[in-house]
């Protein structure tokens, strides 16, 4: 059983080994570096911001408060523990936590070359809202509606 937990300051390492193999052959193949390499994942800790899988940190769901929304700002599953369910059950939690405190959607962002992402987040039940360009391709805003 996939349980969640918040970070606390001793996770900080796992936290960034988790989303340094998640993310980092994504910046070769896109061109950019993505965001989530550069984040303080001490700070984001330290906010409460940041949750983690046990009994093994294999998976980061980073989580951050918006008007009426709760943004995915960072979800990461360790290439080894990847097609096991983790990302599908820190996205459940996502939703859990926006219903929770009354959010009405759930926010996120990709890039446009991982379209894998894209169609992944698709089949939870996001919707694309928009695009920005950046200097490699578009960020693409997805959204959820939670009803709350």
């Known amino acids: 059983m996939i349980g969640i937990r918040i970070a606390t300051s001793e996770d900080a390492a796992a936290v960034e080994d988790v989303v340094r193999a998640a993310y980092e052959p994504w910046a070769e193949r896109i061109g950019i570096r993505p965001l989530p390499l550069d984040a303080d994942y001490s700070s984001l800790i330290g906010a409460g911001h940041v949750h ?51 959010a009405r959607s759930v926010r996120l962002y990709t890039h ?25 391709g578009e960020r693409v805003h997805m959204a959820k509606d939670v009803g709350a």
Not at 114 to 136: C, H, Q
């Open 52 to 102: 983690v899988t046990v009994p093994e940190i294999t998976g980061v769901l980073v989580l951050s408060s918006e008007p009426h929304a709760l943004g995915v700002d960072n979800v990461a599953v360790h290439p080894d523990a990847q097609r096991q369910g983790i990302g599908r059950r820190l996205m459940s939690f996502a939703l859990e936590q926006a219903v929770d405190r009354g």
């Open 112 to 136: 446009s070359m991982m379209t894998d992402n894209i169609t992944w987040y698709a089949s939870l039940g996001f919707v694309e809202t928009g695009r920005e360009p950046l200097p490699k």
